[in-house]
């Protein structure tokens, strides 16, 4: 079974333009979130979307958004980047919501967003 | 009152020895614990996870010990390897049936010396 996968792995832009983040999750999962990760802040939560609706939302600005499809597949767009958001950007899909008891969240290798 | 604090930040360890993560919660609504490990240039896997109704859970070298009344749960790896060298991230969430939101620990770099 694949795991999670997110393109593109690493990725440079200018500060000021916008970029789009893709996840594939495991398949039969319809549960998506996304995590950034960085040296001073750690793994912190963005937003979760579980059939095509979003269902939990961090405390991150409205720069940060994202949208699921109906084949459960995700995308994140930070718009106006920022130095600040440089970072490793993590997709992770679950079963959560689906009836089943307990659940185990499986991320992705993640993609490399660099600022300049 | 969503923070998990976790510590130490980094440990050294000698192989053979063992090695011992900690971490601390205040939102009592926490019902799953979570722990995971992250090698450079890979995502967070899962390592072992744990309910707040048991006070201890075994899998292999690695053991997690839960105080419910303390807000506190560890993380022991018996005969450290250095193929255990890694960072290691403590977790909860709420609802883990339902929800894929996990709130982390700052991460704890473990380093186990030959």
């Known amino acids: 079974k694949a795991g999670v996968t997110q393109t593109p792995r690493y990725l440079i832009k200018t500060r000021g333009q916008q970029v789009t983040l893709s996840c594939s999750p495991i398949?039969?999962?319809?549960?998506v979130s996304w995590y950034q990760q960085t040296p001073g802040q750690g793994l912190q939560f963005l937003f979760e979307?579980?059939?095509?609706?979003?269902?939990n939302k961090g405390n991150f600005p409205g720069r940060f958004s994202g949208r699921q499809f109906s084949n459960s597949r995700s995308e994140m767009n930070v718009s106006t980047l920022e130095l600040g958001d440089s970072a490793l950007y993590l997709c992770?899909?679950?079963?959560?919501?689906?009836?089943?008891?307990?659940?185990?969240?499986?991320f992705g290798e993640g993609s490399w967003l660099t600022v300049v | 009152q969503q923070q998990v604090k976790q510590s130490p930040q980094s440990l050294i360890v000698q192989k053979g020895g063992i090695s011992i993560i900690n971490c601390a919660y205040e939102?009592?609504?926490?019902?799953?614990f979570p722990w995971y490990q992250q090698f450079p240039g890979k995502g967070p896997a899962l390592l072992i996870a744990?309910?707040?109704?048991?006070s201890e859970k075994k899998e292999g070298r690695f053991t997690i010990s839960f105080n419910k009344s303390a807000k506190q749960f560890s993380l022991h790896i018996m005969d450290s390897q250095p193929g255990d060298s890694a960072t290691y991230f403590c977790?909860?969430?709420?609802?883990?049936?339902?929800?894929?939101?996990?709130?982390f620990g700052q991460g704890t770099t473990l380093q186990v010396k030959p």
């Open positions: 992770a899909s679950s079963l959560a919501g689906q009836g089943q008891a307990g659940n185990t969240i499986y």
């Open positions: 398949s039969g999962h319809r549960s």
């Open positions: 979307y579980f059939s095509e609706t979003q269902r």
């Open positions: 939102n009592t609504a926490f019902d799953y």
């Open positions: 744990i309910r707040p109704d048991v």
């Open positions: 977790a909860a969430s709420i609802g883990s049936s339902n929800t894929g939101k996990l709130i």
